[in-house]
C-alpha cells in the first residue's frame, strides 16, 4: 500500500509565520528592554582609557544570535525573506537622526572624530532611503540593482566605521577634566543607539540584501 501524502493547509503556514512574527517582537520588546534596565544601572560604563568591553557585548551579542538564528532555522529565515522591502528600507531613513550627533559635538558633549563621521554617515544614508522606496515602487527589480546593493552595503559600512571610530576614541581617552569623550554614549538615552539601535539597522540592512540576492537569481542577473 503506498502512503499518500496530504499538502499542508495554508492556514498551518500562516500560523508558523504569525508565530515567527509575535516572536520577533517579544524579542525586540526583551532587547530594548534589557538594554534600558542595564543601562539605568550603569552596566555599560567603562573606565577612561579603556575599550568599552561592554558595549562591544552589547552591540556584537544581538548580532551573533540573529545570524545563529538565520543560521539555523529556515522559518526564521523564510520570514526574513517575507518582509516588505520597502518598509525594511525605509526604516534606514530614521538614520537622517545623525543630525543629533552633529548637535551634540557642537555643544561640546560629543568628539568631533566619532561625532562627525558617524553624525554624516548617518544623514547621507537616512537622505537617501526615500528615493530607495521610490525606486522600489516604480520598479520591484530595482531590489536586485547594484544602485540598492551598493546603497546597503554603504549603511553597513558606515555603521561599522562608527562603531570603531567610538572604540577607538573611548580607548584614547585619558579622564582629564573637561575631555570631551564618547562617554555619554554609554549611559542612557544615548546608550540605545550603539547597543540597540546600531545592531537593529544591521539586521535590517542584511535582510535587504538577503531579499535583493533572491530577486536578482530570480531574473537571472
Not at 576614541?169 to 550603539?194: F, Q, W, Y
Amino acid at each position: 500500500m503506498s502512503a499518500t501524502v496530504l499538502p499542508r493547509p495554508a492556514g498551518s503556514r500562516s500560523a508558523r509565520t504569525g508565530g515567527i512574527r509575535q516572536g520577533v517582537i517579544l524579542a525586540l520588546a526583551a532587547w530594548f528592554s534589557l538594554v534600558l534596565l542595564l543601562g539605568a544601572s550603569g552596566a555599560f560604563v567603562g573606565r577612561p582609557g579603556q575599550p568599552p568591553v561592554a558595549i562591544a557585548i552589547g552591540f556584537g551579542a544581538p548580532l551573533l544570535l540573529f545570524f545563529a538564528w538565520l543560521r539555523l532555522t529556515p522559518s526564521f529565515r523564510a520570514f526574513v525573506l517575507s518582509l516588505d522591502l520597502r518598509l525594511i528600507t525605509g526604516m534606514q531613513a530614521w538614520r537622517w537622526a545623525g543630525l543629533g550627533f552633529l548637535s551634540l559635538y557642537a555643544h561640546g558633549v560629543l568628539p568631533a572624530m566619532f561625532a562627525l563621521p558617524a553624525g554624516l554617515g548617518d544623514m547621507a544614508v537616512g537622505f537617501a532611503a526615500p528615493w530607495m522606496i521610490l525606486a522600489l515602487v516604480r520598479r520591484p527589480e530595482f531590489a536586485a540593482s547594484r544602485a540598492f546593493v551598493r546603497w546597503n552595503v554603504l549603511g553597513m559600512l558606515d555603521l561599522a566605521v562608527a562603531v570603531a571610530l567610538g572604540t577607538l576614541s573611548a580607548s584614547l581617552s585619558t579622564g582629564a577634566p573637561g575631555e570631551i569623550t564618547t562617554a555619554p554614549m554609554a549611559t542612557l538615552p544615548l546608550l540605545v543607539v550603539p547597543v540597540f539601535l546600531v545592531p537593529l539597522f544591521l539586521m535590517l540592512h542584511t535582510a535587504a540584501l538577503m531579499q535583493s540576492r533572491r530577486i536578482a537569481r530570480g531574473l537571472g542577473a
